[in-house]
């Protein structure tokens, strides 16, 4: 009877250790949170980030690989396309430590598979990171398997349900436009017009040719604020764009800013005709006296409120 209590028990667990292994969650991603990814020639020599999740306990490594397929197969040697390359595995270790939680991983830009590194048999030349004129989208894979009913690693075998898009884009975004200029303080501030496909744009401000000062930001935020600048000092601007993939755009037609003092409440009072000529004396008579019996009001306010 005893041995037929632990027989079901075994039974039961590794159903369950199964069951628990089946499921499995594999996700790949940019760092964004998002499904898409783009490179580009400034990245060559250098690693692109993202992100790999896995829900539960594989009982493999991760394995991952970019290709030029259309999917994702179930290994790298498994992919039709001759253009798929492996990318180091994430131990069994490193997803238990992991816990579920999203953990960055690089691969090599120039690495991808779109590059030769040999040169081609049919005649043709080997196309390197940071040549012209090429565009392509790739698929990083992630996969690993699960246990099977008794517990022991099947070849049940589990992928990220969407692959992480890879875009290599050498094309630049066109130009972006100066739509306007606003003086500030030793600075100035530029509405940039930016293309669709633009993710920064930088500003550049230039003293007779010489560039003095400069703002790259995204363009979600805005207006674009230059500082460092002289007062009473004409510069010369200049807006470029950048796509995700960091292609710079030609720059925009220049426009023209001169920064300005910016008066105070009391500057802005004396150079609407107040005067200072004693105490409570008014100067600038009717005009005068109702900007004094305004700042009275303000002050007034400000010590009610306080």
Request: glycine share 10%.
């Amino acid at each position: 009877m005893r041995n037929l209590f632990l027989t079901a028990t075994v039974l039961l667990s590794s159903a369950a250790f199964g069951q628990f292994g089946s499921s499995v969650q594999i996700s790949v991603q940019s760092l964004t949170g998002t499904d898409t990814l783009s490179v580009g020639p400034s990245l060559c020599g250098q690693t692109s980030s993202f992100n790999w999740r896995v829900a539960g306990f594989p009982c493999t490594e991760l394995s991952l690989w970019i290709t030029t397929d259309t999917d994702c197969r179930e290994s790298v040697s498994a992919q039709s396309s001759g253009s798929s390359r492996a990318l180091t595995s994430i131990p069994q270790s490193s997803i238990t430590a992991a816990g579920g939680a999203a953990t960055t991983a690089t691969f090599q830009v120039s690495n991808l598979p779109i590059f030769s590194t040999t040169t081609p048999t049919d005649g043709g030349s080997a196309v390197a990171c940071g040549d012209p004129g090429l565009e392509s989208t790739m698929l990083l894979c992630a996969a690993s398997k699960t246990a099977d009913a008794l517990g022991s690693c099947s070849s049940n075998v589990v992928k990220a349900a969407t692959p992480l898009k890879i875009t290599y884009d050498t094309k630049s975004p066109d130009a972006p436009a100066i739509s306007g200029v606003a003086a500030l303080d030793k600075a100035l501030r530029v509405k940039v017009d930016a293309p669709d496909d633009a993710a920064e744009v930088r500003v550049v401000a230039k003293l007779e040719g010489v560039e003095v000062s400069n703002q790259r930001q995204g363009v979600a935020r805005g207006d674009v604020r230059v500082e460092n600048l002289q007062n009473d000092v004409t510069y010369q601007l200049e807006a470029f764009a950048y796509d995700a993939a960091g292609n710079q755009s030609p720059a925009s037609a220049a426009e023209e800013g001169t920064p300005t003092r910016t008066l105070g409440f009391y500057e802005q009072y004396r150079g609407a005709g107040g005067e200072e000529t004693g105490c409570g004396a008014t100067g600038g008579g009717f005009a005068g006296g109702g900007m004094l019996a305004a700042l009275g009001f303000w002050l007034f306010s400000r010590r009610n409120r306080s």
